[in-house]
């Protein structure tokens, strides 16, 4: 068996569902800003959840469950300490 051909489709399929959900991102970075959330901070947060969804989605060595759990907790604490006083 030709590992190019079990291997190479996959990964196109795997990528294939990667574009189409990395072009939501954007919106959801603005959204976060138009909640008043701070630029850097909605950012780091959409680069966190780019990394998760990429190890899962590539199973790139991705993080158990209770760390993904911490790690998304953080992120919400992060959030909540870094809106902007723009109001």
């Given at each position: ?78 959030v909540g300490s870094h ?5």
């Open positions: 068996v030709d590992l190019a051909t079990v291997v190479v489709p996959v990964a196109v399929e795997r990528l294939a569902v990667v574009d189409a959900d990395a072009r939501q991102r954007p919106r959801a970075v603005q959204q976060l800003e138009a909640d008043g959330i701070a630029p850097a901070a909605a950012t780091l947060v959409r680069l966190a959840a780019d990394g998760l969804f990429f190890a899962r989605a590539l199973k790139l060595a991705p993080p158990s469950d209770a760390v993904t759990a911490d790690v998304l907790a953080m992120l919400l604490d992060l809106q902007s006083n723009a109001d």
